[in-house]
């Protein structure tokens, strides 16, 4: 059975930082690209980040320069540093785990398996 189970949300103050963290069973970790997306309310699901198995990794735009997603194969996790907080990025924060070849997977439908969030939100 796949679990990816999310930790690390919370409230935090504009201009704060949060660390994500995604712990995953069930499949070949090591072998596994695993993203970052999130959800405000009302509104689609985002691309955020993602890491290939040789730790390459790609962001969304609004990510460069804040995010910073990375893994730890001994331990079956995959992080997600959030800093510079805005209250846009309030959101509910989901990790997610991809078998996708050939290129860096970034749409929903690439990955095939998904925690249930955790809640990001940030106060001005």
């Known amino acids: 059975q796949v679990q990816l189970e999310e930790s690390g949300g919370g409230l935090v103050q504009a201009g704060g930082s949060l660390r994500l963290s995604c712990k995953v069973s069930g499949v070949t970790f090591s072998k596994s690209t695993m993203g970052w997306f999130r959800q405000a309310p009302g509104k689609e699901r985002d691309f955020v980040a993602t890491i290939s198995p040789s730790s390459t990794t790609s962001y969304a735009d609004f990510a460069k320069g804040r995010f910073t997603i990375s893994r730890d194969d001994t331990k079956s996790t995959v992080y997600l540093q959030l800093g510079s907080l805005k209250p846009d990025d309030t959101a509910k924060y989901y990790c997610?785990?991809?078998?996708?070849?050939?290129?860096?997977?970034?749409?929903?439908?690439?990955?095939?398996?998904w925690g249930q969030g955790t809640q990001v939100t940030v106060s001005s």
């Open positions: 997610a785990a991809s078998g996708f070849r050939g290129r860096l997977p970034v749409k929903e439908n690439e990955f095939g398996y």
